[in-house]
């Protein structure tokens, strides 16, 4: 996969998360029809389009974000809460750390390490 569409609620304040913790630092491009497309160093393009006001997201929907080691996961979570940004999700496992924290517009990102 190269790329994720995403409907959001609030432009700037998911390009600020997405840019602040999740490394989706390297430009910003505004296409035609509008939507606000970001990429992260790995290339990855992070589509950000608008939310139609009647849209829900399903309980279950989620998408991962891997990071290099168990640390990696605890100092992002570390940083995400005293931002104020919700954890909805934890688990530490030998070989599997995660965290799941909710979005400004409540997608639910996990993070996560597994050897």
């Given at each position: ?5 995403l409907a959001v609620r609030d432009e700037e304040a998911s390009r ?53 080691s168990p640390d990696a996961v ?42």
């Amino acid at each position: 996969m190269q790329h994720l569409a995403l409907a959001v609620r609030d432009e700037e304040a998911s390009r600020r998360f997405y840019e602040t913790y999740l490394g989706f630092d390297a430009g910003a491009e505004r296409m035609d029809d509008g939507v606000l497309m970001l990429s992260n160093a790995d290339g990855f393009r992070l589509a950000l389009g608008p939310w139609d006001e009647d849209a829900r997201l399903p309980a279950f929907l989620h998408f991962g974000i891997s990071l290099p080691s168990p640390d990696a996961v605890h100092a992002l979570e570390a940083r995400l809460r005293a931002d104020g940004v919700e954890v909805v999700g934890s688990w530490d496992e030998p070989a599997y750390v995660s965290r799941k924290v909710r979005d400004p517009s409540g997608y639910v990102v996990e993070l996560c390490w597994e050897p």
